[in-house]
């Protein structure tokens, strides 16, 4: 679901089912200076489906500013708390890449996903990659 501010709408911002049909993947445009910007916002399950999904698809988004959410992805390079590197890992700083975008560090290294069960550790799950020209 997204939420756009009443003081937003002159942007004109628009879900765009016609670049990305998936039913975990939501991807905005709008408007600014005439110019066309995306936003993307990402739910990979388990099985990490939507990072396959546009691995796959090898979706090309011209001035994409954002890609976020939660990846369900543990891996070193974000989590201190993992001491592996998986492959779909790997798969996301790839997809990350091919977009134009890099991961934006947090002021603070913390984990992002706190669980309802004891048995299971805090992780960083929920990333941004942001495009360079905000990065």
């Known amino acids: ?3 756009i501010h009443l003081h937003l709408s002159r942007l004109r911002f628009s ?10 993947i939501l991807l905005l445009s709008f408007f600014n200076r005439r110019e066309c910007h995306f936003l993307i916002n990402v739910y990979s ?5 939507a990072v396959k999904f546009m691995l796959d698809q090898i979706i090309d988004i011209p001035n ?4 976020g959410r939660d990846f369900n992805i543990r891996d070193a390079e974000w989590d201190p708390s993992v001491s592996s590197h998986p492959a779909a890992g ?5 997809l990350a890449d ?3 975008l890099v991961r934006s560090l947090p002021e603070l290294p913390v ?7 004891d048995s299971h550790a805090n992780s960083v799950i929920d ?5 360079t020209s905000c990065a």
């Open 90 to 94: 790997q798969a996301l700083v790839d």
């Open 45 to 49: 399950d388990d099985c990490h489906s």
């Open 64 to 67: 994409l500013l954002y890609m």
């Open 127 to 131: 990333l941004i990659f942001l495009g």
């Open 111 to 117: 984990p992002t996903h706190y669980p309802d069960t």
């Open 15 to 24: 879900l765009r089912r016609d670049v990305v049909d998936h039913c975990d």
């Open 98 to 100: 091919s977009l134009g």
């Open 1 to 3: 679901m997204a939420f």
